[in-house]
């Protein structure tokens, strides 16, 4: 599919991070974190959040976070967060290669839309209702589970698990209010200009 290829072909990366080549969920918690520089990678990511007031710049936008938000990036998002003093920084990450997904799509039900179907003022980070926000958690912790496994099925239990994430995150895409963009904050407005 010629028009897919031309929207997940990159140029040369300026500054660009290696991730796994199959399906990976992390639950990370810190206290002392920082992410210096922006990044970008080949693999898609979902980004869960579990804590309020995280910047997230997300190419020349910034969001500012609560907890319950998600956000999803495609191989051409370059982003970065930046963490206020003294919290806890609780988030569900996962990623996967685009190609995973293309083969459990459908001709009516592409689930690489939300990361891939954009216009200029596509907006990053939605925040998902209470179900959604429920399914969502449960599939990230029974992904955790099978992160590890090697039980007869688990490569097949995964498939099935992005897919269902996938659904569920296409559809808050689809129905849920986007998140307001900040553009007063002070760490903005320095980033703007070399954004």
Known sequence: NRKREERTTMAEPALKLSICDDMKITHAQNEHWSMPDFHFHDAFEIYLSMTDNVKYF??????????????????LDIHKTVLPAGVLYNRYIMTFPPSLAEEISTPSTDLLACFLDRDSNFNHCVHPSDLSFAKLFRLLETGLSLEDSSAYGSDIRKRVLLEEILLIVNEVYQTESPATLFHNDSHYLKIKPIL
């Open 58 to 75: 997300v190419n020349d936008k910034l969001y500012v976070l609560k907890r319950g938000d998600l956000l999803v990036f495609n191989n």
